[in-house]
């Protein structure tokens, strides 16, 4: 006859069983908490660098710390090894506005390679008329060529960047709120850095 239940009787044994059972679970869930804790005090510490970005300060202070870090485990040996990497740098971006209400020179920043080559802009810089192309849709740009100059759109068009390059732009200043972001840079192979 099949059994559909059974009934344990709870004795001394038992109870003491079941009780360090759930002292066991008691302190594991402490241990995740723990580890939860770690986790999220390690994420917080990294994340508030600018930049972690190799080359940038961000990333030589990150890798410092993170050396230390794992240096003051007992009983771990650390090796590292060094070796180039190819990385922009930026020494100095600005716009210059020679005339007008916002005359004077204002930072920007650059937006990084398209996995290609590095991005480079002569030491005389470029220098043009600026032209706002909004979304730079083809019916955004001007009817005549925006040849030799810099195009001004919106960042939340980005996907859109080459149609002012097309036209004949000397290049393309994204305007950006902080909410900004680059939808699909992988698909129009653009990296922004962090300002």
Known sequence: MPVSAVKITAGPAFRALRTISLLLLAASLNANA?????????????????????????????????????????????????????????SRAVIKISNGPMAG???????????????TTPSEGISG???????????????????GKIAIMEMSASENW????SMGASAVIFLGSPGDRAVQPARWQCRCPPP
Request: charged share 25%; glycine share 4%; no cysteine.
């Open 129 to 147: 008329e600026l032209t706002y192309v909004g979304s730079a849709r083809l019916d955004d740009l001007p009817a005549r060529s925006l040849h």
């Open 105 to 119: 020179e204002h930072p920007i920043f650059p937006i990084w390679p398209d996995l290609v080559r590095l991005k």
């Open 162 to 165: 080459k149609q002012p390059f």
């Open 34 to 90: 723990s580890l939860f804790d770690d986790v999220k005090r390690d994420t917080e510490a990294l994340s508030a660098y600018s930049s972690r970005v190799p080359g940038t300060e961000g990333h030589r202070k990150a890798q410092r710390d993170m050396l230390a870090h794992v240096q003051g485990i007992t009983n771990v040996q650390v090796w590292t090894q060094e070796f180039p990497v190819v990385a922009p740098v930026v």
